[in-house]
């Protein structure tokens, strides 16, 4: 029943701004530890930007410039705002998440991802 689903991927050219969503549903007391990794063909998942456990914002060093992280706590969603995308931002980006359901239940749990396609 809990899960994480995002949303707003899509392909644009070089230099074009995406802002997928990560809407996490289901029975939630609380989620926490936020963030967005990505992975693209052949490579290993990275994790591209997460909130602290001060609840400030951190990103690789890649996007740190072009991309903002945010949430909006009462949809239980968080965003991930890309600006000038560059071809190398081509990956599936996953939504993660430590979450604790009404019942008790926690763990950590991912999307199921959203492609993200940048052409020059």
């Known amino acids: 029943q809990v899960q994480l689903v995002e949303s707003g991927g899509g392909s644009v050219q070089a230099g074009g701004s995406l802002r997928p969503s990560c809407a996490a549903s289901g029975s939630i007391f609380s989620t926490s530890d936020m963030g967005w990794y990505r992975q693209a063909p052949g490579k290993q998942r990275e994790l591209v930007a997460a909130?602290?456990?001060?609840?400030?914002?951190n990103f690789v060093d890649s996007v740190k410039d072009r991309f903002i992280l945010s949430r909006d706590l009462a949809k239980k969603t968080m965003y991930l705002e890309m600006n000038s995308l560059k071809p190398e931002d081509t990956a599936v980006y996953y939504c993660h998440a430590f979450i604790i359901s009404v019942s008790g239940r926690q763990g950590y749990y991912w999307g199921q991802g959203t492609q993200v396609t940048v052409s020059s």
């Open positions: 909130f602290t456990s001060g609840g400030a914002t």
